[in-house]
């Protein structure tokens, strides 16, 4: 069945570091990929999304390329600020199907 | 446009006891689906309600069950609960049929803790 594997935290940076959490996926078909962020005591937000090989989703300054060839769509960001601290989900979706989600990814920023 | 809302925020049962757990949807989605977040994990995926009738279901025992309101608001009832059911409940509302029907939104989540 459809998985998402991203990679084990927690994950550790100071203000102003270059931010990658690695997301790999195993899916039939073209699915759509997702980035969700869960900040401390809060649901899920929706972050960034990407519905076909090769496209950029970006928002907040956090990016993610949909790469078919590696199945994979790792999350990027320049600069981190402490405000960025939460879990960050990677997850997919065919159609009406329901979210597959990884296990998450901590990410701590310490000023 | 009202988001997606979940009642109770907390919730405390002994194990055996039944729980009720509330959604709203989103205004104008037609579709309602509840995940199971277990402490450090990510959601799974427990069943999802398209006009008012169960149209995908996760691994989850029968007991597990749900309803959908005709305004679309939702239910998801455990019964004899267990240790184990202890967990964030995540209801996620969309619009089926569309091509917006692929991205969910979720609400802040009911913890429930089951001693």
């Known amino acids: 069945g459809d998985s998402v594997t991203q990679m084990e935290g927690p994950v550790t940076l100071s203000e102003e570091a270059f931010l990658t959490i690695n997301c790999t996926y195993t899916a039939t078909g073209y699915p759509s990929l997702f980035w969700y962020v869960q900040y401390p005591g809060e649901g899920l937000q929706l972050l960034l999304k990407a519905t076909k090989a090769d496209d950029k989703g970006s928002n907040k300054g956090f990016e993610a390329t949909y790469r078919k060839e590696t199945t994979s769509f790792h999350l990027e960001k320049g600069s981190v600020q402490v405000s960025d601290s939460a879990v960050y989900f990677c997850a997919l979706k065919r159609g009406n199907t329901p979210l597959v989600f990884g296990k998450g990814t901590r990410l701590s920023v310490i000023a | 446009e009202t988001g997606v809302t979940q009642s109770p925020t907390h919730l405390i049962k002994t194990r055996g006891q039944q729980v009720t757990l509330r959604c709203s949807s989103q205004?104008?989605?037609?579709?309602v689906s509840w995940y199971q977040q277990a402490l450090g994990q990510g959601p799974q995926f427990i069943f999802q309600?398209?006009?008012?009738?169960?149209?995908g279901r996760g691994n989850f025992p029968p007991r597990f069950s749900g309803l959908q309101f005709p305004n679309y608001s939702s239910e998801l009832n455990v019964n004899a609960l267990e240790l184990d059911d202890s967990a964030l409940y995540l209801c996620?509302?969309?619009?089926?049929?569309?091509?917006?029907?692929?991205?969910?939104?979720f609400g802040p989540g009911t913890r429930l803790t089951v001693l």
């Open positions: 205004s104008g989605h037609n579709t």
């Open positions: 309600y398209y006009r008012e009738e169960e149209n």
């Open positions: 996620a509302s969309s619009l089926a049929g569309t091509s917006l029907g692929t991205e969910q939104f």
